[in-house]
């Protein structure tokens, strides 16, 4: 099955304590972005990335970290986590790579993961 | 500056009513607008798009949007409403930011079908 995985899906934490908020694809897509629901204000991107090795800030990046070694992978990493990142956390993907088009195909995403910081 | 907006917070709709979700947006160049769907405790899932062509595109679930370029306007619509299409929906739109293209969220509006 297709699917856009995120681990885990709920976390409770304390302030400055690093966590990793994991994301898999199995669809050997090119395109992931990381995205932060808050109520009010919909969706911000935190940092997207075109294919691996590939990473860029989104609208919201600051307090956040990112890699992309590998296609399927997408980790988003808190190094020093304060109560202002409490949020809903989604990982998404697509299939088109480049900035030209990559948008006109469908997003993938992943469940969600509810973050609380203390 | 390029944005999207959703005016309504929430939209009530009797069961078996057409239902309408709005949607404007401004962005420079042609616009690629789309539409998801969020259904409690789930990721979002696409609904429709429109990129070229007719200007009433038609999506999932019985949904469909109807495209007009001198409202700039992308509103989702539905004959019939059924409970189950009780969610929250999200307009966005692609925009050239940054040298990339990406996509602008609306705010969401929640849409809750009464029986």
């Known amino acids: 099955e297709a699917q856009v995985t995120q681990n885990p899906r709920y976390l409770i934490t304390v302030t400055g304590k690093k966590l990793t908020v994991t994301c898999s694809q199995n669809?050997?897509?090119?395109?992931m972005s990381w995205y932060r629901q808050d109520p009010g204000l919909g969706l911000r991107q935190i940092y997207y990335s075109m294919n691996v090795e590939v990473t860029d800030k989104g609208d919201v990046p600051e307090g956040y970290k990112v890699s992309r070694k590998e296609k399927r992978n997408f980790p988003l990493i808190l190094e020093s986590p304060s109560p202002n990142q409490t949020s809903l956390y989604f990982c998404?993907?697509?299939?088109?790579?480049?900035?030209?088009?990559?948008?006109?195909?469908?997003?993938?995403f992943g469940p969600g993961t509810r973050l609380t910081v203390l | 500056a390029q944005s999207v907006a959703q005016p309504e917070d929430q939209v009530n709709v009797a069961e078996g009513n057409p239902l309408t979700v709005k949607c404007t947006y401004s962005v420079s160049g042609n616009p690629y607008l789309f539409w998801y769907v969020q259904y409690p405790n789930r990721g979002l899932q696409f609904l429709l798009k429109?990129?070229?062509?007719d200007n009433l595109v038609k999506g999932s679930y019985g949904f469909e949007a109807e495209f007009n370029k001198s409202q700039t306007s992308f509103h989702l619509k539905k004959p019939s409403a059924l409970v189950s299409d009780s969610a929250l929906y999200f307009c966005a739109v692609r925009a050239l930011l940054d040298s990339n293209y990406q996509l602008i969220w609306g705010a969401g509006t929640k849409l809750i079908i009464k029986p």
């Open positions: 429109y990129i070229t062509g």
């Open positions: 998404a993907s697509s299939s088109t790579a480049g900035g030209s088009f990559w948008s006109t195909d469908t997003q993938y």
């Open positions: 669809m050997n897509h090119e395109y």
